[in-house]
């Protein structure tokens, strides 16, 4: 028997070896019997297909990349704070030194040109009788208490009229002090008595003449005061004070039963 001889195998379309670049077959349009005689495929790609979305922790990498080389926007701000933070420091400080001087321009004014009043007493009184012209001296001993405690008052030169209702007894200047300092100054003054004329107040003759009734009498004295701050000396102030003083007699030694000081600076 002859052997019959097979058909030849026709030959697989070319469009079964034809795919995308991503393993997607592309299907022909027509037919191999039908395609035209240059082989032509049509293809259809969808524009809007997302292949790949680069995973989150990227961007982080990409970030932390920029910051560690400098550059980026990161990189920018975080360089611009330390800088904010030195200018607001500065202007705080310029701040505060400004209200600290503000604060001590202050203090100084108040302690040097407004310093506080002395207190003034009266310590002892001391009559004597003159006889050529006729007349009594009196000699004060005062005490003057400073009550501030950063600033010494240094007395300088003044004056004083001891009084009766008004009419004048004696006066003279006031002496320096025995000892300047912030606590305590102790100085004496003696006041020439008016010369007896007959003009004398009745009940002066009588104390003069040992009689012991109560006396009224006024002692007004006006002195200058410096303020010092240990050895820086400021101006000069004038101090006044007035001392009621009621006395028993006006012996030598005489008695003082009550006596008020007020003091106060005049500019």
Known sequence: MAARALPPASPEPASSAVSTAFGSPLEPVAAAATAPAHDTYVVHVQKDQIY????????????????????????????????????????????????????????????????????????????????????????????????????ALWYRSGSAVLLHKGRTLAKGDVGLPAEGGEDATDFSMLLRGVPHDGHTPRAVDKALGGSREHLALQLAVEVTVQVHVGALGFGQRRLVVRCEIGAVGLSKDVHISSQNCRSSFVN
């Open 52 to 151: 790949r979305v680069p995973p989150p922790e990227n961007a982080y990498l990409a970030e932390r990349y920029r910051n560690a080389r400098g550059g980026g926007g990161g990189g920018a701000k975080k360089q611009e704070g330390p800088a904010c933070s030195l200018c607001v420091a500065r202007t705080l400080g310029a701040l505060l030194a400004t209200a600290l001087l503000l604060g001590a321009a202050v203090a100084i004014s108040l302690v040097v040109l407004r310093p506080g009043v002395p207190s003034f007493s009266v310590d002892r009184l001391t009559v004597r009788k003159e006889s050529r012209p006729p007349r009594a001296d009196y000699d004060f001993f005062l005490t003057a208490v400073n009550p501030n405690k950063m600033t």
